[in-house]
């Protein structure tokens, strides 16, 4: 059974302006596409097929970086659009409560998470993640990943330029204003904190 290209979980236009059409329809129905197919074509006829798409990633780090890119973004990607929503929210309960105490407040985290953005070299994710009971920042370079790290992912956002590039050109601190102020899925942030392990690729 091949990997396949998720549905987006939101319509094409419910993130514009933050992210257009146009940017989802290349970002997701292009990059994210050849990355799914590149992973499937690596591993057809060797002893991953079959393999969860997490088990396929850790087998590749170290030791196969073509697959491993292909694999890893796959996941990130995935997560990706999870961690989106057309409709602004905040947190609340449990994740609340550990967004204070790491960071003082909703607001403080939120201008971390652009400061740690804006300032990332190159292209890469920055990540909201829970270790040891805590919440902190991480941020991951080019294809890597945390789906195999020690810490649970809760949320992500993409920094490749191909995220943003069409909407906001080389803004990238715009770009992520406007995610983080209005469409961050944090529903799906306290399910992944409240699964306490990493989410699963679906199919």
Do not use: C
């Amino acid at each position: 059974m091949s990997f396949q290209l998720i549905e987006l979980p939101f319509d094409s236009v419910a993130l514009a302006p933050a992210i257009s059409a146009e940017t989802l329809s290349f970002h997701h129905g292009k990059h994210h596409k050849a990355y799914v197919d590149k992973t499937n074509a690596a591993v057809e006829g060797t002893d991953l097929a079959g393999k969860s798409l997490e088990d396929v990633v850790v087998a590749a780090r170290g030791s196969n970086q073509g697959l491993f890119n292909n694999a890893a973004q796959t996941w990130n990607h995935g997560f990706y659009w999870y961690s989106l929503t057309g409709t602004a929210s905040a947190p609340s309960g449990d994740l609340a409560a550990k967004i204070d105490e790491a960071f003082g407040s909703f607001d403080a985290l939120k201008e971390k998470l652009a400061e740690i953005g804006a300032g990332h070299f190159a292209s890469g994710w920055v990540w909201l993640v829970e270790k040891g009971g805590k919440l902190a920042l991480a941020e991951t370079h080019d294809a890597d990943t945390l789906v195999d790290g020690d810490a649970n992912p809760l949320l992500v956002i993409d920094v490749w330029e191909h995220a943003y590039y069409l909407d906001h050109q080389n803004a990238r601190p715009n770009y992520l204003k406007a995610v983080i102020d209005g469409h961050l899925n944090w529903d799906f942030a306290a399910e992944n904190l409240a699964r306490g392990k990493a989410w699963k690729y679906p199919g």
